[in-house]
Nanobody
Framework: QVQLVESGGGLVQAGGSLRLSCAAS????????MGWFRQAPGKEREFVAA????????YYKDSVKGRFTISRDNAKNTVVLQMNSLKPEDTAVYYC??????????????????WGQGTQVTVSS
């Protein structure tokens, strides 16, 4: 059983930056590909970014490319989402997720086996 705990959310003005962290415990971190998803009020949860087991490959939602960067530290069992040039439409609860294998695609929520509790990100205009 893997436990994921997100941190780093908060309130920021448009154009600002936030750094989200996800700490994993209870499993072998390198066995999992990691992803970030988000859910805005009244909307379905959506894919934001993902990173492969070694960290060699990363994947992004089109609207965050060039602004967000996902990275992982396998020695510290953490994955980070650096968010720059934030926009009000980035406001959402952000979730960290872990997947043993990716068969259909990085953006499919059903691929992910474990989820964190989420952290709120609010971007004011």
């Amino acid at each position: 059983q893997v436990q994921l705990v997100e941190s780093g959310g908060g309130l920021v003005q448009a154009g600002g930056s936030l750094r989200l962290s996800c700490a994993a415990s209870g499993g072998t971190f390198t066995s999992y590909a990691m992803g970030w998803f988000r859910q805005a009020p009244g909307k379905e949860r959506e894919f934001v970014a993902a990173i492969s087991w070694s960290g060699a490959n990363t994947y992004y939602k089109d609207s965050v490319k060039g602004r967000f960067t996902i990275s992982r530290d396998n020695a510290k069992n953490t994955v980070v989402l650096q968010m720059n040039s934030l926009k009000p439409e980035d406001t959402a609860v952000y979730y960290c997720a872990a997947a043993l294998q990716i068969l259909r695609g990085w953006g499919y929520q059903n691929e992910y086996d474990y989820w964190g509790q989420g952290t709120q990100v609010t971007v004011s205009s």
